[in-house]
């Protein structure tokens, strides 16, 4: 493991640079390395493109991690950190998902500078958000309220609504743990009523798949937990071909050995909704989320599942 070190890619936002330097800082503790045996390599994606010209997102959950994954497969960089919650379903050949950061608090919450609840918003306030999850969950709760596409990364969602472009948005509020911020939110919003998105709070790791020294590293400071929470969130996408144009949310629990499953598909504009539970071992954890998803096509009306398309 000596010798020669890491080049990590990242996407340049805030947030992305606090989870880059977090791998990188908990790999040099693991394995002893110089700060200098670890490079950030800052890459700009489809996706930071795409928001910073306030256009609507081209290529789904991939729009994120394809110049990043061009960068791995040419060699140019060893490891990639991403928001797992941004991770497609596949990756292409020759690249794997080689592990977690222990995940942090998966909950959604609500930035206003007036308003302390969804309750509270007035009748027909905007809210603005680029997810439609969160736009389907906000008009299950408010049917009057009206959603707005609102773009860019934590600090200029958190000013858009501090100047009133919106009556408020939703933020995870894990990024803004991590960005020591978490003051900024107005309220919490309650799993049950709110349900995250698939991965939401957890920072996944890519290398490639022949580099068994990037994989022997990872190794070092990955969270098993959290690994396979994702297997069965992910495994439940997977199965609805869930993407950025599909409002659905999902969430696993471990305790012991034993995980617990929740998931949610909803119609865009929240009137309809269709959940499923699983249980069962950390050994099933894919199958599991499978299952839950299957349950849910059997009674998914063919008009709803291609709303997407």
Request: glycine share 10%; proline share 4%.
């Amino acid at each position: 493991m000596a010798g020669k070190g890491f080049k990590i890619g990242t996407r340049g936002s805030p947030l992305a640079l606090w989870q880059a330097n977090e791998v990188a800082s908990r790999l040099r503790q693991a394995l002893k390395l110089p700060d200098e045996a670890i490079e950030l390599v800052i890459i700009r994606t489809s996706g930071d493109m795409s928001q910073a010209g306030g256009q609507a997102l081209v290529g789904g959950k991939g729009a994120f991690t394809k110049e990043i994954d061009e960068a791995m497969l040419a060699g140019d960089i060893d490891l990639a950190v991403h928001s797992a919650k941004d991770m497609p379903t596949a990756f292409p050949d020759g690249i794997d998902i080689i592990g977690y950061l222990p995940r942090e608090d998966v909950r959604d919450c609500l930035i206003s500078a007036k308003y302390k609840s969804i309750e509270d918003l007035p009748l027909g306030g905007i809210v603005g958000t680029a997810s439609l999850r969160r736009a389907a969950l906000v008009k299950r709760i408010r049917p009057d309220l009206k959603t707005q596409v609102l773009r860019g990364n934590v600090d200029t969602r958190i000013r858009k609504s501090a100047e009133g472009e919106v009556d408020a948005t939703l933020l995870a509020l894990a990024g803004l743990k991590r960005l020591g911020i978490a003051n900024k939110a107005a309220a919490i919003l309650p799993l049950d009523t709110f349900p995250p998105a698939i991965g939401q709070g957890a920072v996944g790791v890519t290398a490639r798949s022949s580099d068994e020294r990037a994989l022997e590293a990872f190794s070092m400071i990955a969270d098993m937990n959290t690994a396979i929470a994702l297997a069965t969130e992910r495994a439940f996408l997977k199965m609805l071909d869930g993407s950025c144009r599909t409002p659905i949310a999902g969430h696993a629990i471990i305790v012991g050995d034993q995980l617990t499953f929740h998931g949610l598909y909803l119609s865009n504009d929240g009137r309809q909704s269709f959940t499923a539970n699983g249980a069962g071992s950390v050994n099933d954890a894919a199958m599991i989320g499978e299952k839950a998803a299957r349950d849910i096509l059997a009674v998914l009306p063919p008009e709803i599942h291609m709303q997407g398309e």
